[in-house]
Structures are given as structure tokens and as C-alpha cells.
């Protein structure tokens, strides 16, 4: 069964920096693009950012380009969010999903990351 | 950057009777069209793809259509697992890949 787990969230205050991660299991991993998503409290659903599998080009959001960066390990099936410089309006649920040909299946639960001081 | 766009934002429905949802795009995505539903809590979860094919496991009462930049959820006949937010989103033209804003379905 497939399954996406995030972890490394929390409180942190502005400007400064915080790693998510996302464990998958259940599926080969190094086949498959992966997103990050986001939602802040209240909100829809904004995606951030993409690694593709096997090379291609990383995408970003114009709202985290040059702040976040994406990365992954598929020898330990797992992805990365670096989250630099954060602001206030990054507070949001972050959650990881697979890429299924531009869709987003299945989802993380999500790992909630608040930005205050 | 392709803008999504649903209607109506709440829509009050008794348990039993269909629900239409609307998701408009700024242009053409083509089938290109996925819908997901939303429980409080709970991650979205993939109902339907290429803007009327069910995902697996999701009950047939769930039906999407339309192509272009008009697209319907209809959900024939609600039962009480289905009162959620659904977003729809578009997977046509990319980087970004956008969604809409949602549409709350609630009890009546």
C-alpha cells in the first residue's frame, strides 16, 4: 500500500530556516515525480514545488523560488523540503504527494509548520 | 499561469439529493482536469482524473464531465461521508499546477 509520511514541522520564527521531510513506502520510489503542496489555515490548496524522477527540471512556485529548495533520496525513499528565509504567510500545512502524470496521488497527512514570532 | 475557478463556494445539500459542483478554467486545460475531495483533518484524497474517469476505489455515485475550460462533479446521490470541500485542479499547463478554491458541500 502507498504511503507518504512528512515530518519536521513546528513553530519558527521569521527568517529563519526549517527541513521537512516526506518517507514513502509501498511503490518504487526512483520511478516517480513528487510534489509539495501547501494550505494555509482556512485556505486552498497552493502547490510549491516538483522533483521529477531520474533528472528533468525542478519546478518552484514564484512563491518560495530562491527560498525553498526540493531534493530527494531514493535510496532512502524519501524527499526533502528546505525552507530558508521563512515568512509569516508560509504558516500552512505542507503536505507530499506522488506525481501520477500531473495529478496528485496519494497525499501525506500533512505536517503542519507555523511562522511567528 | 492557468486560474481556476468554482462555483458555487457552499453548497447546501440534503443528504439524498445530487450535487452539482462547477470548476471553470482561464483556458483551455483540454481533459486535463482532476477533482479531489477534502475531509476536516484529512489530507485531499484523488476522486477523479482526465475529467471523468473515477480514481480507484471511488464509488461510481461520483461522476465528472466536461472538457475545455467547463467542468461539472455531480455527485447523484449524497451520503453523509461525502459533506467535504472539493477542489478541482489542472494539470495541462505547467509549472504551476493550479487549483481551485474549493466548494464546501453541507447538510441541508
Known amino acids: 500500500q502507498v504511503h507518504l509520511v512528512e515530518s519536521g514541522g513546528g513553530v519558527v520564527q521569521p527568517g529563519r530556516s526549517l527541513r521537512l521531510s516526506c518517507a514513502a513506502s509501498g511503490f518504487t520510489f526512483s520511478f516517480y515525480g513528487m510534489h509539495w503542496a501547501r494550505q494555509a489555515p482556512g485556505k486552498g490548496l497552493e502547490w510549491v514545488a516538483i522533483i521529477p524522477s531520474n533528472g528533468g527540471s525542478i519546478y518552484y512556485a514564484d512563491s518560495v523560488k530562491g527560498r525553498f529548495t526540493i531534493s530527494r533520496d531514493d535510496s532512502k525513499n524519501a524527499m526533502y523540503l528546505q525552507m530558508n528565509s521563512l515568512r509569516t504567510e508560509d504558516t500552512a500545512v505542507y503536505y507530499c504527494?506522488?506525481?501520477?502524470?500531473?495529478?496528485?496521488?496519494?497525499w501525506g497527512q500533512g505536517t503542519l509548520v507555523t511562522v511567528s514570532s | 499561469e492557468i486560474v481556476m475557478t468554482q462555483s458555487p463556494a457552499t453548497l447546501s445539500v440534503s443528504p439524498g439529493e445530487r450535487a452539482t459542483l462547477s470548476c471553470r478554467a482561464s483556458q483551455s486545460v483540454n481533459n486535463k482536469l482532476a477533482w479531489y475531495q477534502q475531509k476536516p483533518g484529512q489530507a485531499p484524497r484523488l476522486l477523479i482524473s482526465?475529467?471523468?474517469t473515477r480514481a480507484t476505489g471511488i464509488p461510481a455515485r461520483f461522476s465528472g464531465s466536461g472538457s475545455g475550460t467547463e467542468f461539472t462533479l455531480t455527485i447523484s446521490s449524497l451520503q453523509s461521508e461525502d459533506f467535504a470541500i472539493y477542489y478541482c485542479q489542472q494539470y495541462h499547463n505547467w509549472p504551476p499546477w493550479t487549483f481551485g478554491q474549493g466548494t464546501k458541500v453541507e447538510i441541508k
Open positions: 482526465d475529467a471523468s
Open positions: 504527494a506522488r506525481d501520477q502524470s500531473g495529478r496528485f496521488d496519494p
